[in-house]
């Protein structure tokens, strides 16, 4: 069963307005949830993660992320896109329903900030 | 600090060939983990050490991957032998003790191509 689905492959938002990228997730008890992004030629980099506490995430870069139990979802949001923002955004889940310890990440999001 | 390294940057080898791939993570990491990301996909897990020890390699082919982590510092993942659809980016990354212990750093990865 796939632990975490990011339904939009692409996202295109023009500079300065909010952007929200989609992630939701399935797993056993507490989940762990985090963000990376990849920018061109450039490695996986953590943006924020979720373990406990507020719902309301920050992270790196203006980068915010809200925990959302019910809906089994963790949206990654911006107030104001820059330009620069424009990179392959990814959704990770940390599961510990199975004997060991696993983390899955989604299919990635391409968002393109449009100046 | 110096971020997570890994050689080498490509590789091109024939299927059934064998092939290995080395990591150094951050300086004092004690989490080290091997990724295989295939093209337009996430990155697959595939196996975890805390220290000199495997946490998880639920993922791991076992009959053709191997990896170890002697020294509890930097790592070898082996391929033998390969097979076309093992041609991805393998992703390195590392983590710190403590509160970030779940924040992984990743390197700029080893593109593998199998003809």
């Known amino acids: 069963a796939q632990s975490v689905a990011q339904p939009e492959d692409q996202v295109n938002v023009a500079e300065g307005n909010p952007l929200t990228v989609k992630c939701t997730y399935s797993?056993?008890?507490?989940?762990?949830l985090f963000w990376y992004v990849q920018y061109p030629n450039r490695g996986l980099q953590f943006l924020l993660k979720y373990i406990t506490g507020d719902n309301l995430v920050k992270g790196s870069y203006g980068f915010e992320a809200e925990f959302n139990k019910s809906q089994t979802s963790f949206h990654l949001k911006k107030p104001s896109a820059l330009v620069s923002d424009s990179a392959l955004y990814f959704c990770?889940?940390?599961?510990?329903?199975?004997?060991?310890?696993?983390?899955?990440f989604g299919t990635g999001t391409s968002l393109t900030v449009i100046p | 600090e110096a971020g997570v390294a890994q050689s080498p940057r490509y590789k091109i080898i024939e299927k059934r060939q064998s092939v290995a791939f080395w990591c150094n993570p951050i300086?004092?990491?004690?989490?080290l983990y091997w990724y295989q990301q295939i093209l337009g996909q996430g990155p697959k897990l595939l196996i975890q050490?805390?220290?000199?020890?495997?946490?998880?390699d639920s993922q791991l082919p076992k009959d053709r991957f191997s990896a170890e982590r002697l020294k509890g510092v930097d790592s070898t993942l082996k391929i033998q032998p390969a097979k076309l659809e093992d041609s991805a980016v393998y992703l390195c990354?590392?983590?710190?003790?403590?509160?970030?212990?779940?924040?992984?750093?990743f390197g700029p990865g080893t593109r593998l191509t199998v003809t």
């Open positions: 797993v056993s008890g507490n989940p762990y």
């Open positions: 300086s004092g990491h004690a989490t």
């Open positions: 050490f805390q220290n000199n020890g495997v946490v998880d």
């Open positions: 990354a590392s983590s710190p003790r403590g509160v970030r212990r779940y924040e992984q750093y």
């Open positions: 990770a889940v940390r599961d510990l329903s199975n004997t060991g310890n696993q983390f899955y």
